[in-house]
């Protein structure tokens, strides 16, 4: 079986979507574990040279929506879904876009995996959207997909296959459901994450919006708890029933709270400017991570005072990349990574 395969793996990821938020992290995160990375995107962003990759991480130029995906994953064993081209405040615009697009691409990287006959493929989908609004607050990975907005919807429908090609198959498709992201190198002009754009916006005097009462409950999570909770679901072995799995904080903020956070940061008063609501923002999302807790005794180790503080030191210091509790990962050096052994990693 696929899954047998998987269970033997020879340690070379591919992280599509390398350049965003999640990826570059993730793959300095098990870099630093002595893993093979490939950061893939469509084009080698800026952060690559400032940031002092260590020696076992490559760069791939890849257009996910035309190419080759037998070749890219050739000599990879496990991939990293990250990538994904609409927002959820943008892709109600355009559905029919968003689903052939993002989802298309999706199933014909699996359509690969499938051929070839083993691999691992971790997917990054939305605890925020894809359970729409939730009868059971903390939210478990049990609880029915109900999405109110064209970004869920799309990643719920990747989640489908996904679990199709998993079935049917048997290949090793692990999901992760991740809540409300934060840290420096998120990009605030695409409007991603309240804690960074608000935090970003205060440090330059800017007005704050937010879309309606600053009522509404998320979930925040700094990082670097993203990060170790990625790294350990494509590393380790799981069951295969096992394969959705939450991952936040477990704990509800509103967003005036994050604004008072910054305040107390600050030691001044926040120009915030209130706007009418909007259809597709859950009211309340906070993630069940009892999951996560169980089969990999993963939890959270950075509150969100603590992240606004480490946050605030990342953006003047180095805001292409956030420390990550783990270890300083800007600062690689030659001594880490001479022994490595990385020539059956695809080459460039």
């Known amino acids: 079986m696929m899954s047998e395969a998987s269970n033997n793996l020879h340690n070379c990821h591919l992280i599509i979507g390398g350049g965003g938020f999640i990826g570059r992290h993730v793959g300095l995160a098990l870099a630093h574990k002595q893993e093979r990375v490939i950061l893939a995107g ?38 990293h879904f990250y990538a994904w081209g609409s927002l959820p405040s943008t892709a109600n615009l355009n559905p029919k876009s968003d689903l ?18 083993y691999g691992r493929v971790v997917f990054s989908s939305s605890g925020g959207t894809v359970y729409g609004p939730p009868r059971q607050v903390p939210t478990p990975e049990t609880h029915n997909l109900a999405p109110i907005n064209a970004y869920g919807a799309s990643k719920a429908t990747a989640e489908i296959y996904l679990n199709l090609y998993k079935n049917l198959y048997g290949l090793d498709c692990r999901i992760a459901r991740i809540a409300n992201p934060y840290g420096a190198g998120q990009d605030i002009e695409k409007g ?37 909770a990625l790294t350990l679901l494509s590393m380790k072995n799981i069951q295969q029933q096992n394969s959705v799995f ?28 209130y706007k009418p609501s909007r259809s597709f923002d859950v009211p309340s999302n906070v993630l069940s991570i009892q999951s996560m807790k169980k089969t990999f005794n993963w939890r959270p180790q950075v509150t969100l005072d603590d992240g606004l503080g480490r946050m605030l030191t990342d953006l003047a210091e180095h805001p292409d990349i956030s420390r990550l509790h783990t270890d300083p990962y800007v600062n690689f050096n030659d001594d880490y990574t001479r022994d490595l052994q990385y020539t059956d990693c695809i080459q460039y």
Do not use: Q
């Not at 990759?53 to 995906?69: A, E, G, R």
């Not at 904080?249 to 120009?271: D, F, M, Q, V, W």
């Open 100 to 117: 052939d697009l993002n989802v298309g691409a999706l199933v014909s990287l699996l359509d690969a995996v499938r051929k070839r006959g």
């Open 192 to 228: 991603l994450g309240a804690v960074t754009t608000f935090t970003n916006k205060a440090l330059k005097n800017r007005p704050i919006e937010i879309w309606g009462t600053g009522e509404v409950i998320r979930d925040f999570i700094h990082i670097s708890d993203v990060t170790e």
């Open 246 to 273: 939450n991952i936040g904080s477990g704990t509800g903020t509103s967003l005036n709270k994050i604004i008072t956070a910054l305040e107390h940061r600050l030691n001044r008063k926040l120009h915030v400017v």
């Open 42 to 79: 469509r084009r080698r962003p800026d952060f690559f040279e400032k940031i002092k990759f260590p020696k076992n991480v490559m760069w791939m130029d890849i257009d996910m929506y035309n190419t080759d995906w037998e070749a890219c994953i050739e000599n990879v064993d496990i991939i």
